[in-house]
T-cell receptor, first 115, second 113 residues
């Protein structure tokens, strides 16, 4: 049982380049999330999805885009990469996103550096 | 003021010590409280989850919620080197017709052999 799988694990981008972080889950969870984690800043929500075809902005969506064509996949697109997007990105999923008891299953993270 | 405050540490303790990790929060609407453990270069994983006030115990771990003081704690008894990790508190509340989940910034714990 793989859970939440993210690729790539590491990537170095030049300023202005674009890339897509891939995320897939095999738990049939409806809710999926993208977070970024900066040192000392905790996890910040970028985008989330409550099901295939439905996405919404989180706390820090600028510079990112997402799509959700299937239940399993939730890719995060970075357009025109900037140094401020250097961070560790985590994809997560849950079956209870619409309730207070929202327990997330996280992927291992994608470490992105923009130079 | 951050909605959830957590001391970043690092907190260094000898093996076998009792560890106390804490978070304070400002929004009295928070009702669900969680602790996640994150090992280095890994994603967070759920450790414990509680609803409203009170204590919850799971093996060497005890989660405590004091809603009157807006304060939550995680106690680790007989700490082991394998407990060395960053511990993130998280809490959720119903806001604007949907549940909002907020994470603390994490406390790094080092248990020395």
């Amino acid at each position: 049982n793989a859970g939440v799988t993210q690729t790539p694990k590491f990537r170095i981008l030049k300023i202005g380049q674009s890339m897509t972080l891939q995320c897939t889950q095999d738990m049939n969870h409806n809710y999926m999330y993208w977070y970024r984690q900066d040192p000392g800043m905790g996890l910040k929500l970028i985008y989330y999805s409550v099901g295939a075809g439905i996405t919404d902005k989180g706390e820090v969506p600028n510079g990112y885009n997402v799509s959700r064509s299937t239940t399993e996949d939730f890719p995060l697109r970075l357009e025109l990469a900037a140094p401020s997007q250097t961070s560790v990105y985590f994809c997560a999923s849950s079956s209870a996103g619409g309730s207070g008891a929202n327990v997330l299953t996280f992927g291992a993270g994608s470490r992105l550096t923009v130079l | 003021q951050k909605e959830v405050e957590q001391d970043p540490g690092p907190l260094s303790v000898p093996e076998g010590a009792i560890v106390s990790l804490n978070c304070t929060y400002s929004n009295s609407a928070f009702q669900y409280f969680m602790w996640y453990r994150q090992y280095s270069r890994k994603g967070p994983e759920l450790l414990m989850y509680t609803y409203s006030s009170g204590n919850k115990e799971d093996g060497r771990f005890t989660a405590q919620v004091d809603k009157s003081s807006k304060y939550i704690s995680l106690f680790i008894r007989d700490s082991q080197p394998s407990d060395s990790a960053t511990y993130l508190c998280a809490m959720s509340a119903l806001m604007d017709s949907s549940y909002k989940l907020i994470f603390g910034s994490g406390t790094r714990l080092l248990v020395r052999p």
